[in-house]
């Protein structure tokens, strides 16, 4: 069996949550590869609100088996003092590798230290995801597998501490005790001991066995350490490539890849943006859309579809489809744009270049429509969403095979 795969082709917040959570009520495994308790989504259900940033969106269905994988750093406070206490029910249905990395409260120090002395901020959600993946690939990290001896740990971690003086000193950081470390690292082993497992060799039989597998991408591609807009972007690889890395399977073990894309475009945090909008309609968006971040509660910059750089996400996550989300937060504009194409150095280009700062964007605009809200079918459609729809399919040169029409679950059109 392979694995069906979920990724962001925008800078996130492209609404997955709605995606993943609707997929996972029919899968067996979920697995999230990359990225940090950064990302965010708030799911509903019955009435019930639950945040879920580390945990897979499998949590929610009683049947699920989730994974965190060896790609996503793991802060054990966020998990277990916010997250988990919100589930009772986790035990055999969870399990973190013993290969992903720590995030300890010492990195987020040091991000919002460092953000705060930036010229240009790259605007971190300050949760101490780029120290954490740093510290992974300087080879000073600390795994998860390493709370099987948690004294020689807080050894390990306080010679770190004396290593590093100088920045905690000129960043004025404090840095706890090793008996202070070790107390905290006893309670995250207490608490997270029957979770810790290796998850790559689970997921393997999991496949084997032919269960259906779901991975849940964080965060966008152009927030891709390699492929976003760096260096304001994320730490992680955030692409499909990433769920290889991240988790232990080969490209070959991966299916179905369906992108998730907004109608229209957010950013958070800073860097370029293309096809935002300064004006009213971004406003409109911004309101209508409800664009402000789950995990900092940040307005979120809003813009028109920029179908250069979709196109572009599109090919590099492999993508077989894409899942268009807030179709209706675009009702009753007048007209709709889309950018569909840069002019970069004098020149019209239609391909993503090194620098997305530089570009202005060239539009197309579209008749509106008066409201796609609560459309359950595609035959329903106005024909000017109809025709939106179909600019979209054609510039990103992807299928378009589901449409969100509303955060109700139900309001979802499957395209055929
Ligand atoms: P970091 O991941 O906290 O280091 O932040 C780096 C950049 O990624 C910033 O622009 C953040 O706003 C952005 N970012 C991180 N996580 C998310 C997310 O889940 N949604 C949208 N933007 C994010």
């Given at each position: 069996?392979?694995?069906?795969?979920?990724?962001?082709?925008?800078?996130?917040?492209?609404?997955?949550?709605?995606?993943?959570?609707?997929?996972?009520?029919?899968?067996?495994?979920?697995?999230?590869?990359?990225?940090?308790?950064?990302?965010?989504?708030?799911?509903?259900?019955?009435?019930?609100?639950?945040?879920?940033?580390?945990?897979?969106?499998?949590?929610?269905?009683?049947?699920?088996?989730?994974?965190?994988?060896?790609?996503?750093?793991?802060?054990?406070?966020?998990?277990?003092?916010?997250?988990?206490?919100?589930?009772?029910?986790?035990?055999?249905?969870?399990?973190?590798?013993?290969?992903?990395?720590?995030?300890?409260?010492?990195?987020?120090?040091?991000?919002?230290?460092k953000e705060k002395l930036r010229k240009r901020a790259i605007g971190t959600t300050g949760k101490g995801i780029g120290p954490a993946y740093a510290d992974k690939i300087l080879r000073v990290g600390h795994r998860v597998g390493e709370l099987h001896h948690a004294d020689k740990l807080a050894e390990k971690i306080a010679n770190y501490f004396e290593l590093n003086r100088v920045l905690f000193s000129?960043?004025?950081?404090?840095?706890?005790?090793?008996?202070?470390?070790?107390?905290?690292?006893?309670?995250?082993?207490?608490?997270?001991?029957?979770?810790?497992?290796?998850?790559?060799?689970?997921?393997?039989?999991?496949?084997?066995?032919?269960?259906?597998?779901?991975?849940?991408?964080?965060?966008?591609?152009?927030?891709?350490?390699?492929?976003?807009?760096?260096?304001?972007?994320?730490?992680?690889?955030?692409?499909?490539?990433?769920?290889?890395?991240?988790?232990?399977?080969?490209?070959?073990?991966?299916?179905?890849?369906?992108?998730?894309?907004?109608?229209?475009?957010?950013?958070?945090?800073?860097?370029?943006?293309?096809?935002?909008?300064?004006?009213?309609?971004?406003?409109?968006?911004?309101?209508?859309?409800?664009?402000?971040?789950?995990?900092?509660?940040?307005?979120?910059?809003?813009?028109?579809?920029d179908a250069v750089a979709l196109k572009h996400a599109s090919r590099l996550n492999g993508c077989d489809e894409i899942a268009l989300m807030k179709l209706d937060v675009l009702d009753g504009f007048k007209e709709v744009k889309v950018c569909v194409a840069y002019e970069f150095e004098g020149q019209e280009i239609d391909y993503v270049p090194y620098d997305l700062e530089d570009v202005k964007p060239?539009?197309?605009?579209?008749?509106?429509?008066?409201?796609?809200?609560?459309?359950?079918?595609?035959?329903?459609?106005?024909?000017?969403?109809?025709?939106?729809?179909?600019?979209?399919?054609?510039?990103?040169?992807?299928?378009?095979?589901?449409?969100?029409?509303?955060?109700?679950?139900?309001?979802?059109?499957?395209?055929?």
């Amino acid at each position: 069996m392979k694995a069906d795969l979920i990724v962001g082709l925008q800078w996130g917040d492209e609404g997955k949550g709605k995606i993943v959570d609707h997929l996972a009520q029919n899968a067996d495994v979920v697995c999230r590869f990359a990225g940090g308790h950064n990302a965010g989504h708030t799911i509903v259900v019955d009435g019930t609100k639950y945040a879920l940033h580390l945990l897979p969106s499998g949590v929610l269905n009683p049947e699920a088996i989730n994974i965190i994988g060896n790609g996503v750093v793991v802060s054990p406070e966020n998990l277990i003092d916010k997250e988990m206490k919100q589930f009772d029910y986790l035990e055999d249905r969870l399990f973190l590798s013993d290969k992903a990395h720590l995030l300890l409260p010492y990195h987020s120090l040091i991000d919002q230290a460092k953000e705060k002395l930036r010229k240009r901020a790259i605007g971190t959600t300050g949760k101490g995801i780029g120290p954490a993946y740093a510290d992974k690939i300087l080879r000073v990290g600390h795994r998860v597998g390493e709370l099987h001896h948690a004294d020689k740990l807080a050894e390990k971690i306080a010679n770190y501490f004396e290593l590093n003086r100088v920045l905690f000193s000129a960043l004025e950081i404090g840095t706890p005790t090793k008996d202070e470390l070790l107390k905290d690292l006893n309670r995250y082993y207490e608490k997270l001991k029957p979770y810790i497992a290796d998850t790559t060799q689970m997921i393997w039989k999991h496949l084997d066995d032919g269960k259906r597998v779901l991975l849940e991408g964080a965060q966008g591609t152009m927030l891709d350490i390699d492929h976003g807009t760096y260096p304001f972007v994320t730490s992680s690889n955030t692409v499909s490539a990433g769920a290889c890395t991240g988790l232990g399977l080969n490209p070959k073990d991966i299916g179905k890849v369906t992108g998730i894309a907004k109608a229209y475009c957010t950013r958070v945090g800073n860097g370029p943006f293309p096809s935002e909008d300064f004006g009213e309609d971004g406003e409109k968006m911004a309101q209508i859309g409800q664009e402000f971040g789950t995990t900092t509660g940040r307005k979120r910059r809003c813009g028109w579809f920029d179908a250069v750089a979709l196109k572009h996400a599109s090919r590099l996550n492999g993508c077989d489809e894409i899942a268009l989300m807030k179709l209706d937060v675009l009702d009753g504009f007048k007209e709709v744009k889309v950018c569909v194409a840069y002019e970069f150095e004098g020149q019209e280009i239609d391909y993503v270049p090194y620098d997305l700062e530089d570009v202005k964007p060239i539009y197309k605009s579209f008749k509106g429509w008066d409201i796609v809200e609560g459309v359950r079918e595609y035959d329903k459609l106005p024909d000017e969403a109809k025709a939106y729809v179909k600019a979209l399919e054609e510039l990103t040169m992807t299928k378009i095979g589901i449409i969100s029409t509303s955060p109700d679950r139900k309001d979802t059109i499957i395209i055929k």
